[in-house]
């Protein structure tokens, strides 16, 4: 009898499990019973991934800065990604938090019982594997399909360029110390795949903290800059002389542009849209 | 008795002759530093988004020219100002409060200052009435308003500048509680927090030829106003009785002498951010070659101050060409390296540095 019951016990072990183990970013195991319906979001682009996926009736908190769209501004903020309230999210009674990397909270929420998933998208191809990470969490089966709809997108925006726009040389400034975004930034990469030349080459990083000499010295044909960033621009020393500025081809984004420019997410290819539409306006009557 | 003249009469003269030779020293120093900054100021010129280039290709170059006299011209003699200015506000700031740690920052013109930006860059778009005043302002005056209204609350805590106690504890609270604000500030706009880095590193990056010759116009009137109330100082470092029984009218002084530290602080700090440690080194770095007055301190302050940031202002730009490292944290290394290196060579000894 014990030997029968110790072979059912080893059997039923052996079982593969029902449940939903996700790997997060860490390399974490995280496994939930069944797909989790009460979710917490710490990260802009987080928020927009799972309403892309079609699941924003299952949030229940946001952090302070989730701005889209409209209906997560309903929900109850529970801080920053950096600083948030562990008090708020612990009532809400989520079933996951999901958050970045970045932030101090991961340990304090695991010890108090709720399951955490760190994922961050900082690439395009990041955006595409976040996107199949949330969407198997979230028991979603079409998250390739998202994901080819955003790639179209982008893709689109790039062919309706004229070709007399391509190779035109960009700089795109992210703030007025000045930081430029380099080619392998995520706005880098949808400038690349307009098929426009980025002044800042590669070897630079990211987000590299330029010398303004080096702009001047670059002389792009297009600026591309947020509202904020933009006061002052024409009277730095020297910046007069610059192709983009003398010809007035300064693209000046709307802070609501600046945000779905600069956050990487599933929303690359309207950022590709307003980069396209900015090429385009400013190409102005010049000969091919 | 006779052996007690010849003793007094050659005390005396050795000591005529250690004050001559330090006059000869403070002489030697300062065209030493004036040299230094013609020298460095010629190489800056050549310091680019390309590292070091010759300045004399541009003279062929019209492109390279421009660049050359537009941009890195004033850059370096912004720095040379800047740092002319903050050594000008230390060798003031330490000879006020006769305190060896104090800097231009004291009275919480530094967190004035980023607060002002701070409110700056957040406004920038935001409301369009407060957009109009900010442009017509800019962040350099925004900065500048920061910095002198920071002080003036700092006078205003400490109702008048009779108690020295009193004004040191009213600059540090004024610098707390503004920083506080300042941090709320970034809190509710976090997309301005990189900018905001990069004026508390402090930077050359945007000054051009009317910063420079707003800058060369305050420390002129700053420097002669220093110069003329040197005296005062030099009485306050005797003690506070002391220098009322010596008849100087302290009131009055002292309050010219925090204005001066004030425009001075809130200039550089307008045109190049919030660069640490050249008002804090200066003065004892002077003082660690020659021993003088504070009339020679202060000038002599300013142009050590002004060698230091230039220095570190051409490697800020040279070292990672063409991206730039921040200004404050190479003078922050440099200045705090030579302090080090003097006081350990100098441990044993019992004196300041």
Redesign the interface.
């Known amino acids: 009898m014990n030997k029968l019951l110790a072979v059912l016990l080893v059997l039923w072990a052996a079982l593969p499990s029902r449940a939903l183990q996700v790997t997060d970013d860490r390399g974490v195991a995280v496994s939930f019973a069944q797909a989790p319906q009460r979710i917490v979001t710490l990260l802009p682009s987080l928020t927009e991934t799972v309403c892309e996926l079609g699941q924003c009736q299952r949030l229940v908190g946001v952090d302070r800065y989730s701005n889209w769209p409209a209906s997560v501004r309903a929900l109850p903020q529970l801080g920053g990604g950096l600083d948030p309230n562990v008090e708020g999210i612990v009532a809400l009674k989520p079933d996951v938090v999901l958050l970045a990397q970045s932030s101090r909270v991961i340990g304090r929420l695991e010890a108090l019982g709720l399951k955490v998933v760190v994922v961050e998208p900082k690439t395009h191809a990041d955006v595409q594997r976040v996107l199949a990470k949330v969407g198997q969490l979230l028991d979603v089966p079409d998250a390739q399909r998202v994901w080819r709809v955003i790639d179209a997108g982008v893709s689109a925006a790039a062919q309706s360029l004229p070709a007399r726009v391509k190779n035109t040389r960009v700089y795109f400034e992210v703030n007025r110390a000045p930081y430029g975004a380099g080619e392998s930034s995520f706005i880098g990469e949808t400038l690349t795949r307009l098929g426009v030349k980025n002044i800042i080459p590669a070897a630079l990083g990211p987000f590299p903290k330029l010398n303004p000499e080096f702009v001047v010295r670059a002389n792009p044909d297009v600026i591309m800059v947020g509202d904020r960033n933009y006061q002052g621009m024409e009277q730095r020393p020297g910046w007069a002389g610059i192709r983009a500025v003398r010809d007035r081809r300064i693209c000046v984004f709307k802070p609501e542009q600046s945000d779905v420019l600069v956050r990487p997410g599933p929303r690359m290819a309207e950022a590709a849209r307003i980069m396209a539409q900015c090429l385009v306006d400013t190409a102005g009557d010049k000969a091919p | 008795m006779p052996s007690v003249g010849a003793d007094m009469s050659v005390a005396m003269t050795a000591s005529m002759t250690d004050v001559t030779h330090q006059h000869r020293l403070a002489w030697v120093l300062g065209l030493g530093l004036l040299l230094l900054s013609a020298a460095l100021a010629v190489i800056g010129a050549g310091v680019?988004?390309?590292g070091f280039e010759s300045a004399w290709r541009a003279w062929s170059d019209p492109v390279a020219w421009?660049?050359v006299w537009?941009?890195?011209l004033?850059r370096t003699l912004g720095a040379w100002m800047a740092g002319a200015l903050l050594g000008l506000a230390g060798a003031v700031a330490q000879g006020l409060f006769r305190n060896p740690l104090a800097d231009p920052y004291l009275l919480g013109s530094a967190s004035g200052a980023s607060l002002g930006v701070a409110a700056a860059?957040a406004l920038?778009?935001?409301s369009p009435v407060a957009?109009q005043w900010?442009?017509r302002l800019?962040?350099t005056g925004a900065a500048f308003v920061g910095a002198v209204a920071a002080v003036l609350l700092t006078l205003l805590l400490a109702r008048g500048v009779q108690h020295t106690l009193r004004l040191l504890l009213a600059g540090v609270i004024v610098g707390v509680v503004l920083g506080a604000v300042h941090s709320l500030v970034t809190?509710l706009a976090?997309?301005?927090l990189?900018?905001m880095?990069?004026f508390m590193l402090g930077?050359t990056?945007?000054?051009?030829?009317t910063a420079c010759l707003l800058m060369a116009a305050v420390w002129l009137v700053c420097m002669v106003v220093a110069w003329m109330l040197s005296r005062v100082l030099d009485g306050l470092a005797l003690g506070e009785a002391t220098a009322h029984s010596l008849g100087l009218p302290l009131a009055p002084l002292r309050a010219a002498l925090v204005a001066v530290l004030a425009l001075a602080t809130g200039t550089a700090v307008a045109q190049t951010g919030l660069i640490a440690f050249v008002g804090l080194a200066a003065p004892h770095l002077v003082r660690s070659v020659v021993k003088t007055t504070h009339g020679r301190l202060i000038f002599l302050s300013c142009l050590m101050g002004a060698v230091l940031l230039m220095t570190a202002d051409m490697l800020a730009?040279w070292l990672i060409?063409?991206?730039?490292l921040?200004v404050g944290v190479l003078t922050a290394v440099l200045g705090g390296s030579y302090l080090l290196w003097l006081m350990h060579r100098r441990t044993g000894r019992s004196r300041m540095l």
Do not use: C, M, N
């Not at chain 2, 990056?205 to 030829?209: A, E, L, R, S």
């Not at chain 2, 060409?321 to 730039?324: F, N």
């Open positions: 680019g988004s390309t421009q660049i537009d941009i890195r004033p860059l920038f778009g935001v957009t900010l442009v800019g962040l809190l976090p997309e301005i990189q900018a880095q990069a930077s990056g945007f000054v051009g030829w730009r060409a063409p991206q730039e921040p």
